[in-house]
C-alpha cells in the first residue's frame, strides 16, 4: 500500500508578473520548479492566465516524472475568499472572482487543494525551513511590490476571521503620509512597497526624464550613493520599523523576518529599521525582538504553498 504522506506536492506561487510552479518533496525540498509570466499581452483574459498556469503545472509535473501528488498548495496575491480560494489579486487585473481552487480541484481531483495569500506563503516558508525555523512567535514580512506578511504565535499560523491576520504592510506608520492603495493613509505599505518608492524619490528630483526608472534602478543608485535614492530607502525603513514596532508590542513576538525585492539593499533599508525599530519599542517585552533577513530563494513561495499541504497541522487551519 503506497504511503501518500511521503507523495510529493504539486506548489504554485502566483504573482503579478511571474508564476512559479513545483513539486515540493514531503520533506520540503524542490525537485522541479519551472516559471512563466503571469500575463503576456494586453489582451491576456482570464482564461488565458489559467491556461498558462495549468500548462506550467503539467510541465513540471512531466519533468518530475508524473508522481503521484497528495495535493496542491498555492500561494496568490490577493485580495480573495479564504479559504474558498475565490482570487481577485491587485496586480492581475483580469482576474476578478476567480474560482481558482475550483479550477485547480478540477484539473488535480481526489487530492486537497489549499489556495492562501503568496506573502503569508512565503512567511510559512521561513518559519518552516528557513530563518524562522524553530521559532514559535514570529512575524513574517514581504517589501516588494507591496507590502504583506503573516504571523506565526504558539507555532501555528494565525489567519484571522478572513485570512488576513499579520497584513503589516497596512499598520499606519504616518497618520499624514501618502494616500494607500486599501484607502487609508500613512500605510507602511504606502511607504515602504517599490512603486512607492520610485513616485517619491521621482517628486524629489531623482531621474524625472526617464520614464522607464523602477526600484531596481532606485536600489542600483542607491547602492552608488545617489542622496535621493538612499533618502528614499531611509525613508521606507523608518516606516517598516514603526509597523514592526507596533505588531511587537501588539502579538509579543521574538522574531521579525523581512525579505521581498525591496530588503534585496541591504543595510539602506535595514539600518534605518533598526533604528526606527529601537525608537519605538520600549515597553520591555519588546526590546529584545530580533530582526532578521530572510533566508531562502525565489522558490521560498513555492516552498511555502507546499507547507500549506506538508505540515497542516501547523499551518492550515480550515478543514
Not at 140 to 158: A, E, K, P, Y
Request: with cysteine; glycine share 14%; aromatic share 4%.
Amino acid at each position: 500500500m503506497r504511503d501518500e504522506s511521503a507523495a510529493p506536492v504539486l506548489a504554485v506561487d502566483i504573482g503579478g508578473t511571474k508564476i512559479a510552479a513545483g513539486v515540493v518533496s514531503a520533506q520540503g525540498d524542490v525537485l522541479v520548479s519551472d516559471r512563466a509570466p503571469t500575463t503576456l499581452g494586453p489582451d491576456d483574459g482570464d482564461l488565458a492566465i489559467w491556461e498558462r498556469l495549468h500548462t506550467l503545472c503539467e510541465n513540471v509535473l512531466d519533468a518530475a516524472g508524473r508522481p503521484a501528488i497528495q495535493g496542491v498548495g498555492v500561494g496568490c496575491g490577493g485580495p480573495m475568499r479564504w479559504p474558498a480560494g475565490v482570487v481577485s489579486p491587485v496586480n492581475l487585473l483580469p482576474w476578478r472572482d476567480f474560482p481558482l481552487r475550483d479550477r485547480l480541484s478540477a484539473a488535480y481531483p481526489d487530492v486537497p487543494v489549499r489556495v492562501h495569500n503568496d506573502a503569508v506563503a512565503v512567511v510559512v516558508a521561513e518559519h518552516w525551513r528557513g530563518a524562522g525555523r524553530g521559532v514559535a512567535n514570529m512575524l513574517g514580512m514581504v517589501v516588494s511590490t507591496g507590502v504583506g506578511g503573516g504571523l506565526v504565535l504558539g507555532g501555528r499560523l494565525i489567519d484571522g476571521r478572513s485570512g488576513n491576520a499579520g497584513h503589516v504592510g497596512h499598520i499606519v506608520a504616518d497618520p499624514t503620509g501618502p494616500e494607500c492603495g486599501c484607502g487609508g493613509r500613512g500605510c507602511v505599505e504606502a511607504i515602504a512597497r517599490g512603486p512607492a518608492l520610485v513616485t517619491w524619490a521621482r517628486q524629489q528630483g531623482w531621474r524625472q526624464d526617464d520614464e522607464a526608472a523602477t526600484a531596481k534602478h532606485l536600489a542600483d543608485d542607491a547602492l552608488a550613493g545617489d542622496k535621493i535614492a538612499r533618502k528614499a530607502f531611509e525613508r521606507a525603513g523608518h516606516a517598516v520599523g514603526i509597523g514592526i514596532a507596533s505588531a511587537v508590542a501588539l502579538c509579543d513576538l521574538e522574531l521579525v523576518v523581512v525579505g521581498g525585492g525591496v530588503s534585496q539593499v541591504g543595510g539602506l533599508l535595514f539600518e534605518p529599521l533598526e533604528q526606527s525599530l529601537r525608537t519605538y519599542a520600549r515597553i520591555e517585552f519588546a526590546r529584545d525582538v530580533v530582526v532578521r533577513r530572510a533566508s531562502l530563494d525565489q522558490n521560498a513561495g513555492i516552498v511555502g504553498a507546499a507547507a500549506f499541504v506538508l505540515a497542516g497541522d501547523q499551518y492550515w487551519a480550515p478543514g
